[in-house]
């Protein structure tokens, strides 16, 4: 029940000024906080007891005629857990009414709390107040089974205390229990899986401060009181136990006291920006080839996983404690699986080996139907201490064969996840273990290195039941290649999938696919699988970012660039594992790196790599074959289309002749049809326009547009743009610029010029601020870009602002720095250069390249872009005005700096 009251400070004298002794200890111990190591005494503690010293200065102060009321702290200020930015939760308890000079006192106890800054969540309540809602509201029950006496009479604190003992416990606590089960799955759903995130919530997210109240409500609930190593030796835990408790939740203690000195208010989300400076006063430093943020989330998640390991056990889940009152089966093996729980029963004396430890996880991915057994805690705490610095004992045979069942298990997801939380996994494979805390903080991957990587096998186990097409028909088409069998399949992909990133362990990761495949070559020849199985690994690992790569960057209307891929892949049943992994890696990633463009790209890129392995001209998917074909459509379709009044065939002839051929092939004869109706009208506006103004003047700024949804109705999260103009100087650039002016993100952009001078522009973007006003947004778009083509909108300008509302924040930018790059390719294609831009995002990015390129005479005819979190990286097909590739070296070089200028001078 309520903790113990806390006694006086020594040295209180009542005759000081409670404000002031406020304010002077406050500001004392944020300044001891920022800069305080880890091992500095828990802040929390020292800041509720200058609260509680205030409140009985300031009791004092007031006199007498206070003694029949109790200031009572409940919820974190009950438990003596005060952040810098908490609310001070303190509840005036009053016996059987609340007296008339209530407000007065309210008035002189928290008006000087307000104007210094401070939160606060109180109330005047009766004590029969306080039973009565206890008895209705779950929230408040908790509150008040943290209560702590702070100043005043203990008499009233005492009978609150009995009548809920009495009262509301022994009828509630069943719904209460049931309570705290709910809230755990809400917090789950809102907040995720601390244990594994990059940004976790530190108090709601599973593993922060919850689940540690969660152990102390239900041991309070219970009836038992005391300390935490009280507590848990009353629920069967060990000394032991109780100690990993108490130095986790201190860790997380001190990591949320800084997060809220740093927010400058209270947040429990661990943003990126604010990690390195975090890191950096709890002691964490570079070493070992790690950052010492990584150093520092790898430890934050180690003792989150803890203490959601010991809250669940607590519970009573499947995977709690043996305890002594149940004690293991009495039978001859060591392992036991029962009630959805495994555990190691050994005879006292006896400690497990890394060879039963194995052993345990391979029997429980065999479990032959239901959830996947949960290690009890007793179980996986043994476990942790037989697989210390003991992994040499196992041979690579040994590793291998169980890895394997393992994985072909159909549940390697959940094996694996409790094989890493007990060190089994790193120990079992260093190159894991290098990898496994290794972060990319660039707002693009949601998860370490480690957890990304069985997040990729739990992605390919889904499919089995429940994935997207085409992937989970090509994961149940694919052979399983287990058993010890010669022949690449399903075990290539999952093995691919455990290898693809352990290169990312090394102190140069910039080229950790190559590192990986070496690695995976290594480790499965001493696992002794067969030589066809260890080089279809080894590719996968090597070429896994090849399709999302290809897919996001480059032209896929260029025969060359499908060719390459084709080249690569070699045959169908390769490209289709190397499709599973890509498609796993990516979705595993995160939202911002499998979404419907992604995978829409992809599986356009599997199209015609299909079509080219199967020596069929790559015409693209939707394609009715060859150029010839795609014009005949047209034609066919423009005699007898319904439109009014309809093109005719002359006019539909001339629009033909004047398409140059990568436009066919990049479009189909709808689509081609559709533009050749906006060209029209293009004419006639012109024509109007030529009635008034002289040539030059009528056709600039004339532009045809439209918007519709890619994907469903208007909701859909991606649009199609197309504008039609007369070809004209920074045309591309102007409307790259008015796209990001009015908060649309480009994922690709098309540019074609027809043989008559039309301009040609297609751009996918994120969708418009409010789908269900498309067509007004959409003319405002078309205005800004008249107006910017005809000098009335200062495009420079209204970007500038546009750049100066986001700007990346300084402690991740200097922390984790890294150069924009450019390259240069002319054997991508046998039509134009490719020229690929990586630099940090910022909106407008793309309108200050296509300027840049525009400045050197270079035509944009390709573009796409893609952002992973807040870097860039962009690729643009350009030709000279001569309509060449760029061959000159000294053309070269100055395409280079004059590109890194653009991206870096903002």
């Given amino acids: ?224 009181a005391g300390t935490v190593e009280e507590l848990m030796a009353q629920a069967g835990f060990s000394s032991g136990d109780a100690t990993l408790l108490r130095q986790a939740v201190t860790f997380l203690h001190g990591v949320r006291n800084r997060l809220h000195l740093l927010s400058g208010r209270k947040n429990d989300t661990l943003f990126l920006d604010l990690q390195p400076g975090i890191a950096q006063t709890m002691g964490f430093h570079d070493d070992g080839g790690l950052l010492g943020v990584e150093r520092f989330l790898g430890a934050l998640h180690r003792c989150m996983s803890d203490i959601k390991g010991l809250s669940d056990a607590f519970r009573g889940v499947p995977g709690g404690p043996v305890l002594p009152v149940s004690p293991c089966p009495e039978v001859d093996a060591g392992v036991v699986i029962a009630g959805g729980a495994v555990h190691l029963c050994l005879p006292d004396g006896v400690e497990a080996s890394p060879r039963l430890t194995l052993e345990t996880f391979v029997r429980a991915a065999a479990s032959p139907s239901g959830p996947t057994p949960r290690l009890d805690w007793n179980t996986r705490r043994r476990m942790a201490a037989a697989i210390a610095g003991r992994a040499s004992e196992l041979s690579g045979v040994e590793v291998g064969r169980a890895l394997i069942a393992i994985l072909t298990s159909a549940r390697a997801f959940d094996v694996l996840e409790q094989m890493d939380a007990v060190g089994l996994l790193p120990a079992l494979l260093p190159a894991y273990g290098a990898a496994r805390d290794r972060v990319q903080f660039d707002g693009f991957h949601s998860y370490p290195a480690g957890m990304h990587t069985l997040f990729t096998i739990r992605q390919l186990e889904q499919l089995a039941t429940n994935g997207p097409e085409p992937f ?101 049943a390769r490209l289709e594992r190397l499709l599973l992994l890509s498609y796993a890696d990516a979705s595993a990633t995160g939202p911002k790196a499998w979404n419907r463009w992604a995978a829409s790209l992809l599986d356009e890129l599997r199209g015609k790599t299909l079509n080219m392995l199967r020596d069929v001209e790559a015409g693209g998917i939707h394609t009715a074959g060859s150029v010839g074909d795609v014009l005949a459509r047209v034609r066919t379709l423009a005699t007898h289309q319904p439109t009014t009044p309809p093109l005719g065939e002359d006019i539909a002839a001339a629009f033909l002749a004047a398409m140059p051929p990568r436009y066919v092939v990049a479009n189909d004869p709808e689509r081609i049809l559709r533009h050749m109706e906006m060209a029209r009208q293009l004419n006639l506006d012109v024509e109007e326009a030529r009635k008034r103004l002289e040539p030059g003047r009528a056709e600039r700024g004339l532009v045809v547009m439209e918007g519709r949804p890619v994907h469903g109705g208007r909701e859909s999260d991606l649009w199609e743009v197309t504008i039609l103009a007369r070809d004209q100087q920074g045309l591309f650039a102007t409307l790259a610029g008015v796209v990001a002016l009015h908060g649309l993100n480009v994922y690709a952009a098309d540019a074609f010029v027809w043989r008559d001078g039309t301009a040609l522009d297609v751009f996918h973007v994120t969708a418009p601020p409010d789908p269900l006003y498309a067509r007004e947004f959409w003319g405002k778009v078309r205005s800004s870009v008249q107006y910017a083509m005809t000098g009335k909108l200062a495009l420079d300008y209204r970007l500038e602002e546009a750049r100066a509302s986001r700007i990346l924040p300084d402690a991740l930018r200097e922390a984790l720095r890294r150069p924009a790059e450019v390259r240069v390719d002319n054997g991508l294609s046998d039509f134009y250069t490719v020229i690929d831009v990586f630099a940090p995002d910022r909106p407008a990015l793309l309108y200050d390249v296509a300027r840049t390129l525009q400045s050197l005479h270079l035509d944009v005819l390709f573009a796409k872009v893609s952002t992973l979190g807040n870097r860039t990286a962009d690729t643009f097909s350009v030709r000279t005005a001569q309509g060449q590739k760029l061959t000159d070296e000294e053309h070269l070089a100055e395409v280079r700096a004059a590109l890194l200028h653009a991206v870096a001078s903002r």
Avoid at 143 to 155: E, K, M
Avoid at 500 to 528: C, N, Q
Avoid at 547 to 557: C, I
């Fill in 472 to 572: 989970a028909t090509l994961w149940r088409e694919c052979p399983e290649g287990a058993g010890g069998g010669a022949e690449p399949g399903r075990l290539s992909v999952l093995l691919a999938a455990l290898f693809h990133d352990l290169g990312k362990g090394l102190e140069d990761a910039s080229h950790h696919e190559e590192s990986g495949a070496g690695i995976a070559r290594d480790v499965l020849s001493a696992w002794g699988l067969p030589a066809p199985v260890v080089d279809d690994v080894t590719f996968l690992v090597r070429e896994h970012l090849l399709l999302m790569r290809t897919a996001q960057r480059r032209d896929l209307n260029d025969e060359a660039v499908v060719g390459q891929v084709a080249g690569i892949v070699g045959d169908r």
């Fill in 1 to 224: 029940m309520p903790r113990k009251n806390t006694p006086d400070i020594p040295g209180t004298d009542c005759k000081n000024d409670a404000r002031k002794t406020l304010r002077e200890g406050r500001s004392a111990l944020a300044e001891g906080l920022a800069q305080a190591s880890s091992d500095a005494l828990p802040f929390e503690h020292a800041y509720s007891r200058l609260l509680d010293t205030y409140f009985r200065l300031r009791l004092a102060e007031l006199g007498t005629g206070h003694d029949r009321v109790a200031l009572v702290a409940v919820g974190g200020y009950g438990r003596q857990e005060l952040c810098p930015a908490s609310d001070i939760d303190i509840l005036v308890l009053c016996n059987r009414s609340i007296p008339p000079q209530a407000i007065d006192l309210a008035q002189a106890l928290f008006l000087p709390l307000w104007d210094e800054g401070f939160t606060l969540g109180h109330g005047f309540r009766t004590v029969s107040d306080c039973v009565k809602l206890a008895a209705h509201d779950h929230k408040v029950l908790a509150s008040l089974l943290d209560a702590r006496l702070v100043a005043g009479s203990p008499a009233l604190l005492e009978d609150m205390v009995r009548r809920l003992d009495e009262r509301v416990l022994p009828r509630r606590s069943h719904a209460f229990l049931s309570w705290l089960d709910t809230e755990h799955e809400r917090r789950l759903a809102a907040h995720g899986d601390g244990t594994v995130l990059l940004e976790p919530n530190l108090k709601e997210g599973l593993g922060g401060l919850r689940d540690y109240h969660r152990i102390l409500w239900l041991a309070r609930i219970r009836g038992k």
